[in-house]
C-alpha cells in the first residue's frame, strides 16, 4: 500500500485547503483509511476516516467544523477540506491506511494503522 499526500503549503489565518491523499495498493476492498494531525510538540490526533464495512463506503469526521472528508474511489483520492484555518491548525497532516477492515473506521485506534505516508506541512499564518 503507498500513500502520497500533497496540498499542503501557507495559509493566512481563516483560508482553507484542500488536501489530497493518493492510495493505492491495496489487496482488499473493505480498507479504511484516515487524516491525521501532529502539532508542533503534540501528539498525533485523528480528524477524519472512511471505511467500507460491508462493501458500503461510510465517513467519519473527529473534528465536527471545519473539517471534512471525501473521496473518488475511481482515481483511489481521499481528500481532507479545512475550511478556517486558525494558527492552532499548524501541523504536519498525514494519511493512513489499514488493508483488510470490515469494520466502521472510526473503531479504528491510531497505533492500528499499518501505512503512513509522508505527510504534508500545513502552516497558518496570521
Known amino acids: 500500500v503507498q500513500l502520497v499526500e500533497s496540498g499542503g503549503g501557507l495559509v493566512q489565518a481563516g483560508g482553507s485547503l484542500r488536501l489530497s491523499c493518493a492510495a493505492s495498493g491495496f489487496v482488499e476492498d473493505d480498507y479504511a483509511i484516515g487524516w491525521f494531525r501532529q502539532a508542533p510538540g503534540k501528539e498525533r490526533e485523528r480528524l477524519s476516516c472512511?471505511?467500507?464495512?460491508?462493501?458500503?463506503?461510510t465517513y467519519h469526521n473527529f473534528m465536527m467544523g471545519r473539517f471534512a472528508i471525501a473521496s473518488d474511489p475511481a482515481s483511489g483520492i481521499v481528500y481532507l477540506q479545512i475550511n478556517d484555518l486558525q494558527i492552532a491548525a499548524t501541523g504536519v497532516y498525514s494519511c493512513?491506511?489499514?488493508?483488510?477492515?470490515?469494520?466502521?473506521?472510526?473503531?479504528?485506534?491510531?497505533?492500528?494503522?499499518?501505512?503512513w505516508g509522508q505527510g504534508t506541512q500545513v502552516t497558518v499564518s496570521q
Open positions: 493512513a491506511a489499514v488493508d483488510d477492515w470490515g469494520h466502521q473506521c472510526s473503531a479504528l485506534k491510531t497505533t492500528e494503522y499499518d501505512y
Open positions: 472512511l471505511g467500507k464495512p460491508r462493501g458500503k463506503l
